[in-house]
Structures are given as C-alpha cells and as structure tokens.
C-alpha cells in the first residue's frame, strides 16, 4: 500500500550490522532520532563504519537487527519507487552513470527541466555544467565527457537535492570542493534545514559540520562513543589543535 510523503522524522533504535561473509560487525547498538529538519553529524575514524550506517539509514541495506523507521515506516520495507522521491543521497564513492548530466541529476529520468536547474544551483554546479560542451546534455560515463573529481562531486550533490527529499544523507559532500564550492554547500545546508528536510551528514572536514544540531562520534569497531548536542561533543572531543579527535583520524 501507498504511504503518505514523510515528513523526515528519523527513528534509529538498537541497530546493528554484521557482514553475512565474514560475521564481522560493523556496527553495534547504534541508536539516535531526528525531528524533522533537524540535523546530524557524524565523525569517527576510518574503519568504524560510518559509510555503513549511512547505507542503512536509506535503506539500501537491511539492518542485522535493530530497525531504521522513517515516520514510523521500516526504511528498509518501504516501496523503492516511493522511497526515492522523498530520499537524497550523495555516497563517499560518488557514482554517475552512462548518459547525460541532466540525466544524472534526475536521477536516470529526463525529470522537470526547472527542478533540475534548481538542484544544480543549490549544489554550486549549474555555471561549471553549462561549461561543458553540451551544457546539461553532455555525455559522461563510458565513452562521454570526462569529470574531474570536483565537477563529479557538484553533479552528485545536484541530485542528491533533485526534487523535494524529506532526508538528505551525505557521506563527506566536501572532500573534492575548492572553498567557493564549500561555502555553497554550507549555504545549501542551511536552506535546507529552513526547509524542514533532515540531514546526516560525514565528513572529515569539521567546516563542514557548523551548523548541525547534534554530533554522533562512532569508534573502532562501530560502536558509539557518544552522540548529543554538538557544542557538548566537540568540546569532549577536542584535542589540543581543537579539531575533534575522531574527525581529525582518517
């Protein structure tokens, strides 16, 4: 059955993920919720499978036990088609495939020409894509135009925005942006949570981290060290530098 559009309100209780091959875990008791338009920030070293909980958090993988509700839905059991149009999600590995940057951006459909536009504006890309040698019709992927990190990372985070998610989950959205692309992307942030959309975002970069609500710090092994207001965690995690010590490690 049809569910009504979210509003964003996250539920994240006692999740837990352990790889079918090996039986290792990767992630052990995790648990936080969000209201919707509120924001999360997530830090930890490399290994302590923040990637991972992102992939849960859209439902692209199934929790081992524990569960991730989305208005109260199971994220996981929620109609993929449906889903999608209320989702956003930009991964560390930012993947876009053969065809057009209008595509990309729509998410494989040919999409509405000002929503598209739109995404690209707020993710800083509409200038540099109009620089390529069709605009939004160029080719990329195999055999098309090829992207510089940058201009792949701005494409992503174009669709990502595309439409009217609810939730917005990005996995280090800054890690190839030079600082004008960066400032555009805290501006995003920004209007995004005036918005009402909930965010979750990694990054390693704490410029980034600004203007989030709360702060999840995850350690070795994927278990979670604390999670709280972000004011409280960074200074309970600061080091001498005054960068936080879990997003100092990489």
Not at 3 to 15: D, T
Not at 25 to 43: D, K, V
Not at 65 to 86: K, M, Q, T
Not at 191 to 218: C, E, Y
Request: charged fraction near 20%; aromatic fraction near 4%.
């Amino acid at each position: 059955m049809a569910l009504p559009a979210p509003s964003g309100r996250l539920l994240v209780a006692g999740v837990h993920f352990v790889l079918p091959a090996t039986r290792k875990a990767l992630l052990s008791n995790i648990g936080f919720e969000l209201a919707p338009g509120e924001s999360l920030g997530i830090i930890g070293p490399s290994g302590s499978g923040k990637s991972t909980l992102l992939r849960l958090l859209v439902g692209a993988w199934p929790c081992s036990s524990g569960i991730v509700r989305l208005d109260g839905a199971n994220i996981y059991a929620w109609p993929r088609e449906a889903l999608c149009r209320f989702i956003g999600y930009l991964p560390q590995d930012v993947e876009l495939f053969t065809g057009t940057v209008r595509e990309n951006i729509a998410r494989m459909v040919q999409g509405d020409p000002e929503a598209i536009v739109r995404a690209a504006c707020r993710a800083h890309a509409h200038e540099m894509i109009l620089g390529l040698p069709q605009g939004y019709e160029t080719q990329i992927g195999e055999n098309g135009h090829d992207l510089s990190g940058g201009q792949a990372q701005r494409i992503g985070i174009a669709r990502a925005f595309y439409g009217d998610p609810r939730l917005v989950v990005l996995d280090e959205p800054n890690a190839n942006l030079d600082s004008a692309g960066e400032d555009a992307l805290v501006t995003a942030i920004a209007d995004l949570k005036n918005q009402g959309v909930t965010l979750v975002i990694v990054a390693h970069r704490p410029s980034i981290l600004a203007s989030v609500d709360t702060m999840l710090v995850l350690g070795p092994g994927g278990t979670m060290e604390a999670c709280g207001p972000k004011a409280e965690i960074m200074q309970r995690f600061a080091r001498p530098s005054g960068m936080p010590v879990a997003a100092a490690a990489r």
